[in-house]
């Protein structure tokens, strides 16, 4: 079984910036693609960016294309999603996700809060 676990979720005003982090426990096989996910009040589960981990090649849902940025870390399995001018519709529980070995995985959620 392995544990994602993440990291860098708070409060900031609009226009501000987050990194948040996510650490797979597993370190012997590579992921086939990692990503982000997100949970806003009341509203349904909302991806928003991959990285396939074969080549790097990157997809963003539209509203934070531009704004976002999903990168990797190959030796240590981790991703990162650098959130750029935030907004308030941006806040969410973010959840990592992992694809590895076949089986998908989930972390356990960070909160992220734009608000002024």
């Known amino acids: 079984q392995v544990q994602l676990v993440e990291s860098g979720g708070g409060l900031v005003h609009p226009g501000g910036s987050l990194r948040l982090s996510c650490a797979a426990s597993e370190r012997t096989y590579s992921p086939a693609a990692m990503g982000w996910f997100r949970q806003a009040p009341g509203k349904e589960h909302e991806f928003v960016a991959i990285i396939n981990w074969s080549d790097g090649s990157t997809y963003y849902t539209n509203s934070v294309k531009g704004r976002f940025i999903i990168s990797r870390d190959n030796a240590k399995n981790t991703i990162y999603l650098q959130m750029n001018s935030l907004k308030p519709e941006d806040t969410a529980v973010y959840y990592c996700?992992?694809?590895?070995?076949?089986?998908?995985?989930w972390g356990q959620g960070t909160q992220v809060t734009v608000s002024s």
């Open positions: 996700n992992a694809q590895i070995r076949g089986a998908t995985y």
